[in-house]
């Protein structure tokens, strides 16, 4: 069980959804609502429509990859009204999904139904939540804008979307409450953390790329023990998928968390095919839309940061633990014993 020192407001809400393989994280005050990426397909609009939601203050979307930005065409399409959308342009995404946002975020921008912020970088303040709740954006650097996906940095490394992934902090009352870094890589992280004013530190961190890889498979465990080191949360999540193209959280980001901090619990919202090579069914019905819960594939499934739990208040694993201690190979527990 996890706590975090804030007094939170009555109403505040941080839900890590699980949309299966992507990211999806709502936040919500008693004034404003805010999206930090969208996940892969329609989830977040049947969330929505279950909490009867039909504008949203401010969209922050961190990169281009369709697991990250398909939930907003979805929206747009749906007649959910959006404020603001923070994002970065990205040249070299070819994808449809990819052009289509653009242009309904055009359009929107034009008939001014939306402003549509495309210079995402470090020192902006997102501040739609209220006086209380902000959301700090501490990366992609200026240079790495400047520089672009598909350029190169000073040392030669590739410059990729996920480099120039838009990493944010949700503060309560300027106290950190959780980190969450899109698909930042190795490269992207070296930039972060070149400076000396890196302040990543939260309760709460959202591992990147969905406990794959950040980079290349020899650059990964140490980009992910700096990373854990640099934000030193009392609790990770990884938002995952229970899918046949990806296995993760892979193995070796598992142990690079465990090396970081031994410790430190990780709460993945789908189970691993190397966790359970059946699906299993939950008995506990879900508090929040969650795209596992149905078919047995759900782990923490949705996770839920509120007042009374997590946010000022003890952060409750108990279910959770219980359900991971039940299974035939919990990798989560394997890379923790391995790590003592």
Known sequence: MT????????????????????????????TATALVDTGPNGAILEFLRER???????????????DH?????????????????????DGMK??????????QLDDLAESGQTIADDEAAKGMDISELGPRVAI??????????????????KSGSHISSNSMSVVVRVTVDGEPLIVIPGDLDSVGLSHLSDTSTLDLQAPYLVLPHHGGLMGTPAATPAAIEHLVRAVDPTVVFISNGRTARWDNPRDDVLMAVRRAKPELPIVCSQLSKSC???AQPRTIAPEAY????RNGSSCAGTIKLTPQSGIGHTFDRSEHSRFIASLPTPRCIAAHRHAL
């Open 3 to 30: 706590s975090t020192s804030v007094d939170a407001p009555p109403g505040l809400e941080v839900v890590v959804l699980d949309v299966g393989h992507g990211s999806c994280i709502f936040i919500s005050t008693p």
């Open 136 to 153: 700090e954006v501490h990366a992609p650097r200026l240079r790495l804008r400047r520089l672009g996906v598909g350029g190169r940095d």
């Open 290 to 293: 969650s795209a596992g819960w």
């Open 52 to 66: 009867g939601l039909t504008y949203i203050d401010v969209v922050v979307i961190s990169h281009a990859d369709h």
């Open 69 to 89: 930005i398909g939930g907003l065409s979805a929206l747009l399409s749906n007649g959910i009204g959006i404020g603001r959308v923070i994002w970065n342009s």
């Open 94 to 103: 070819r994808t449809d999904a990819w052009l289509s946002l653009a242009y």
């Open 276 to 278: 359970s090579a059946a």
